[in-house]
């Protein structure tokens, strides 16, 4: 590799550490969005069957105004960062017991963390 | 980050009430005086005095749409109560990468009678899905065995068909009347499909098609649901294979299901809520108490509860229950499976393949695309495919389709749904005798309509419709 090449590597490196976002995998994780899509959309103030995921990564949980959460989640004590969305999409309804979110729970890791990569970038 | 919306106490009018999801947030603020007033400020609109409603209808899918349709036109001041922040109940239009596609019920037919009315009433016209006349049919051995069907074998194939059925006009001679030959429905319901199966000389072709067919009839492995039951769809889909199949999986509304759902609504016009759960029902014999789980308080002379055979436990009804419809509800009807849509890179052709005790027991073309197929597929459950991982669906797929590449994969979820518990309802064996007459029974001023107890095409579309508009028709009857 040449000294140019090693710079720039190095410079891709330092920018990806600066935006993580740009580490992951948006493609795979709008592929993943699927499983949301039918109650979900990505536009701000677009209510479906379920709330906009439009800013969601540190929003307070239950909190978008007008629209209509179950008890369980209005009630829920806790804002959505990468830790919090990847437990509750593993387990939705253990993680917040009582909420109406239809959703069995994404078992794979890596699955989980491409949807959080492209919820993320909604911001 | 934003902060929680305070709740607000006032400043809401009738329109705002009524309107459904935009209020909820702020609904666990009204008073049970609050409720009354706004959705009954004009106290001549009710026939039934002292009600806030004639009618309150529970449940907004195809049956409480209906029912709701029906009250208000038969001049009841009707509300209809939707739990979910969205109306269709077991039917569920979504977007695919662009292609229309049902997560639930889809399919109606002219076999159906009061689909086929609703979509003739409303000049709505159906389109096909590929698969259920498919170009190649082919059938897969549990040991993944392909054989895509010559005509000889096709026709072997109806004869088993046709031979698992040879007794359901004998049986079954008036199918939308269950009991009509009492001694043998009776005996036939207490036999499991399989077993019924089990006990024929049939091919193994014959063997492995039948018990795929019947699993995705009942949407969980063959042997949860009676032998009667498939006897019942047969008979329903013209007692005649291809009629039969056509009926299953042929026509689409055109549009989708909630142009139809829409047009029923719109004729009707009944006040429409969403987002607000029922807590209990209480008839006190004068009228009835409907109380959310917000707490508010909506009087009528009337309910119609149209909440699926599932979930109805988690309403507190007062007088209960009879006991049988609890006793099912907490057993579950078996419609536990799953549907799949599966995006598949390329042509992969107009093709139906069925395989018994595989993580699909079905798949077929829905549409064909350029360069892509969207595929749909049956499973009897999740424990036999976690449809969450596109690398499972796949692996289940290419058991059908060798090289089938999936982009993309869409379902929902109706089991662990809260408000529905599961897809569509079949009955268990022994159920006919057990609970058949007391999910006919009515209570007072509640009247039950849900198309998982409808007579004839129960656990369809057709069988909501019908199930509504004879629990709107029995209402209008108490207080006409």
């Known amino acids: 590799m040449t000294h140019h090449g090693k710079v720039l590597c190095l410079f891709f490196l330092a920018l990806g550490s600066l935006n993580s976002w740009a580490e992951c995998d948006v493609e795979a994780g709008k592929k993943q969005f699927n499983k949301c899509v039918a109650c979900h959309s990505v536009e701000p103030g677009v209510q479906l069957m379920g709330p906009s995921m439009h800013g969601l990564m540190g929003r307070e949980a239950g909190s978008m105004e007008g629209f209509p959460f179950s008890e369980a989640m209005a009630s829920a004590d806790?804002?959505?960062?990468?830790?919090?969305?990847?437990?509750?999409?593993?387990?939705?309804?253990?993680?917040?017991?009582?909420?109406v979110m239809p959703f069995g729970g994404i078992r794979k890791a890596e699955q989980r963390q491409a949807l959080i990569c492209y919820i993320k970038q909604l911001n | 980050m934003e902060k929680k919306p305070e709740p607000k106490t006032s400043g809401l009018n009738r329109r705002q009430f009524v309107g459904g999801a935009v209020l909820a947030t702020s609904a666990t603020a009204l008073s049970a005086a609050t409720t009354a007033q706004a959705a009954c400020g004009d106290?001549?609109?009710?026939?039934?005095?002292?009600?806030?409603?004639?009618?309150?209808?529970?449940?907004?899918?195809?049956?409480?749409?209906?029912?709701?349709?029906?009250?208000?036109?038969?001049?009841?001041?009707?509300?209809?109560?939707?739990?979910?922040?969205?109306?269709?109940?077991?039917?569920?239009?979504?977007?695919?990468?662009g292609v229309p596609?049902?997560?639930?019920?889809?399919?109606?037919?002219?076999?159906?009678?009061?689909?086929?009315?609703e979509s003739q009433r409303y000049g709505i016209d159906v389109v096909e899905t590929p698969g259920a006349v498919a170009d190649v049919m082919q059938v897969v051995t549990?040991?993944?065995?392909?054989?895509?069907?010559?005509?000889?074998?096709?026709t072997e194939l109806v004869m088993g068909w046709e031979a698992y059925c040879a007794m359901a006009r004998e049986i079954l001679p008036?199918?939308?009347?269950?009991?009509?030959?009492?001694?043998?429905?009776?005996k036939a319901e207490k036999i499991s499909a399989t077993d019924h199966l089990k006990s024929l000389q049939l091919t193994p072709l014959q063997q492995n098609f039948n018990r795929a067919m019947i699993s995705v009839i009942v949407n969980n492995h063959a042997r949860e649901m009676s032998y009667l039951e498939v006897l019942r769809f047969h008979l329903l889909g013209g007692g005649y294979f291809p009629t039969f199949m056509d009926s299953t999986t042929r026509f689409q509304i055109e549009g989708g299901t909630p142009r139809l759902l829409n047009s029923i609504l719109q004729d009707g016009e009944p006040d429409t809520r969403l987002a607000t759960p029922v807590k209990s029902i209480q008839d006190l014999g004068e009228k009835v108490v409907v109380?959310?789980?917000?707490?508010?308080?909506?009087?009528?002379g009337a309910v119609i509860s149209t909440v699926p055979m599932n979930t109805?436990?988690?309403?507190?009804?007062?007088?209960?229950?009879?006991?049988?419809?609890?006793d099912a509800g907490r057993e579950g009807h078996p419609g536990k499976g799953?549907?799949?849509?599966?995006?598949?890179?390329?042509?992969?052709?107009?093709?139906?393949s069925f395989g018994a005790g595989l993580p699909l027991t079905y798949a077929m073309t829905y549409k064909q695309g350029k360069d892509y197929t969207l595929v749909v597929g049956f499973s009897s459950g999740a424990d036999e495919l976690d449809a969450y991982d596109e690398e499972a669906v796949q692996v289940a797929l290419r058991q059908h389709l060798p090289d089938a590449k999936v982009v993309g994969v869409m379902h929902y979820d109706w089991v662990n749904d809260p408000y529905s518990r599961g897809t569509w309802a079949t009955y268990r064996t022994g159920w006919v005798e057990k609970y058949y007459e007391q999910f006919q029974q009515t209570s007072g001023r509640i009247f039950f309509g849900s198309g998982d107890h409808g007579e004839g095409w129960r656990g369809t579309i057709d069988s909501a419709i019908g199930a509504g508009s004879i629990a709107a028709r029995k209402a209008n009857d108490l207080l006409s």
Not at chain 1, 84 to 90: R, V
Not at chain 2, 78 to 90: D, F, K, S
Not at chain 2, 291 to 300: A, C, D, P, Q, V
Not at chain 2, 312 to 326: E, H, K, M, S, T
């Open chain 2, 43 to 97: 106290a001549t609109g009710c026939k039934t005095p002292g009600c806030d409603y004639d009618v309150v209808v529970i449940g907004g899918g195809f049956a409480g749409v209906t029912a709701a349709r029906d009250s208000q036109k038969n001049g009841m001041k009707t509300l209809l109560l939707e739990a979910r922040n969205r109306l269709g109940g077991r039917t569920f239009a979504a977007d695919f990468e």
């Open chain 2, 291 to 300: 109380t959310t789980s917000r707490g508010e308080k909506i009087t009528s």
């Open chain 2, 174 to 186: 008036r199918p939308y009347d269950l009991l009509h030959n009492r001694d043998a429905a009776l």
């Open chain 2, 338 to 352: 799953l549907k799949v849509y599966m995006k598949v890179e390329g042509d992969q052709g107009n093709f139906a």
């Open chain 2, 142 to 154: 549990p040991d993944g065995t392909r054989s895509s069907l010559s005509l000889e074998q096709i």
């Open chain 1, 78 to 99: 806790f804002t959505w960062t990468e830790e919090t969305l990847d437990a509750f999409l593993e387990k939705p309804m253990q993680y917040v017991p009582g909420t």
């Open chain 2, 312 to 326: 109805i436990n988690a309403i507190d009804f007062q007088p209960p229950l009879p006991q049988g419809v609890v």
């Open chain 2, 101 to 117: 596609i049902e997560l639930g019920g889809t399919w109606i037919h002219n076999t159906q009678p009061f689909a086929w009315a």
